[in-house]
T-cell receptor, first 113, second 114 residues
């Protein structure tokens, strides 16, 4: 079945540092890929998405590129802020499964001033 | 537009009881999905409803059930609660059904089973 693997945290960074969170996936078809973010005490918010190979999703300074050859969708941000402290989830949806999302385990990011 | 709302936000039950959680999607959204979030298992898909029909179901026992009403509001029910059912239950709504659609999540209902 479908699965998503992402690097375990926590990841601790200083403000203005570069952030990378690795995400790889296994899927039988051609999935859509997502990054969601969860702030303390809140539900998940969509950060960015890509629906086909070589698409780049971007939002709020975050970027991720759908790499079919390496089955990856790594999240990057060039200069993090304290407000980026949150848990980040990589997820996929498969054409055959409608809106069902398969999530990775989540990566907690802590940005220190 | 109001976001996805879930009630109640917090719930404490004892083993063996049953519980009903409610989710009101964004106005106009016809798809509602439910997820269970635990520290050990992460985020796991429970089921999805679209226009009152269950379209997809995850690998959960039959104690977990749901339904959707004609106004798209959804409820999920857990019977014979077990300690392991303690979790954050998240509801998500989407305007369409299909791959790649943005889903909007509610704040969740935190269920504690004692």
């Amino acid at each position: 079945g479908d699965s998503v693997t992402q690097m375990e945290g926590p990841v601790t960074l200083s403000e203005e540092a570069f952030l990378t969170i690795n995400c790889t996936y296994t899927a039988t078809g051609y999935p859509s890929l997502f990054w969601y973010v969860q702030y303390p005490g809140e539900g998940l918010q969509l950060l960015l998405k890509a629906t086909k190979a070589d698409d780049k999703g971007s939002n709020k300074g975050f970027e991720a590129t759908y790499r079919k050859e390496t089955t990856s969708f790594h999240l990057e941000k060039g200069s993090v802020q304290v407000s980026d402290s949150a848990v980040y989830f990589c997820a996929l949806s498969d054409r055959a499964a409608g809106n069902k999302l398969t999530f990775g385990g989540g990566t907690r990011v802590l940005v220190k001033p | 537009k109001a976001g996805v709302t879930q009630t109640p936000r917090y719930l404490i039950k004892t083993r063996g009881q049953q519980v009903t959680l409610s989710c009101s999607p964004i106005s106009g959204h016809r798809s509602v999905s439910w997820y269970q979030q635990t520290p050990g298992q992460g985020l796991q898909f429970l089921f999805e409803y679209f226009s009152e029909t269950q379209r997809n179901k995850g690998n959960f026992p039959g104690r977990f059930s749901g339904r959707q009403f004609s106004n798209s509001r959804s409820e999920m029910n857990v019977s014979t609660l077990e300690l392991g059912d303690s979790a954050l239950y998240l509801c998500a709504s989407s305007s369409e059904q299909g791959q790649g659609n943005e889903q909007f999540f509610g704040p969740g209902t935190r269920l504690t089973v004692l």
